[in-house]
C-alpha cells in the first residue's frame, strides 16, 4: 500500500526536525514516536516496509541503524496502537432494550 500524502508529510517533518541524521538522541526519538502515533490515531494505515523504503529513498538518512530504529519505532507504534484499540471497539448501543444480555 503506497503511503498517504499525509503521512509523506509527516516523515518530511522528521526529515527536517531531526538536525543529526547520524545519530537520534531520546529526544528525537520521543518526537518520532510522537509522530508516528499521531499518524495512527488520524486513522493513516502504512506499510512499514514503505515507510522503510521512504527513509532509504529520501537522501538524508545514510546511516542505516537510524534508519532501522525509525522502522523500528514505526513499527511498535502501529502495533501498540492496534493492540489497544482493540479494545476500543465497544458497540454501546443495544436493540434488546433492558433484557439485554451484554450488559447494557
Keep these: 500500500m503506497p503511503l498517504l500524502n499525509s503521512t509523506i508529510m509527516r516523515l518530511n517533518e522528521i526529515t527536517t526536525l531531526v538536525d543529526d541524521k547520524t545519530?537520534?538522541?531520546?529526544?528525537?526519538?520521543?518526537?518520532?514516536?510522537?509522530?508516528?502515533?499521531?499518524?495512527?490515531?488520524?486513522?493513516?494505515?502504512?506499510?512499514?516496509?514503505?515507510?522503510?523504503?521512504?527513509?532509504?529513498?529520501?537522501?538524508?538518512?545514510?546511516t542505516k541503524d537510524v534508519r532501522t530504529r525509525i522502522v523500528n519505532i514505526s513499527h511498535y507504534a502501529q502495533s501498540k496502537f492496534e493492540q489497544t484499540n482493540k479494545f476500543r471497539i465497544v458497540d454501546?448501543?443495544?436493540?434488546?432494550?433492558?433484557?439485554?444480555?451484554?450488559?447494557?
Design 23 to 62: 545519530k537520534l538522541t531520546f529526544e528525537n526519538e520521543s518526537l518520532i514516536k510522537d509522530i508516528f502515533k499521531q499518524i495512527n490515531e488520524k486513522g493513516e494505515k502504512y506499510d512499514v516496509d514503505e515507510i522503510e523504503s521512504w527513509f532509504e529513498n529520501e537522501g538524508s538518512w545514510n
Design 92 to 104: 454501546d448501543t443495544c436493540d434488546e432494550g433492558d433484557s439485554c444480555s451484554c450488559g447494557h
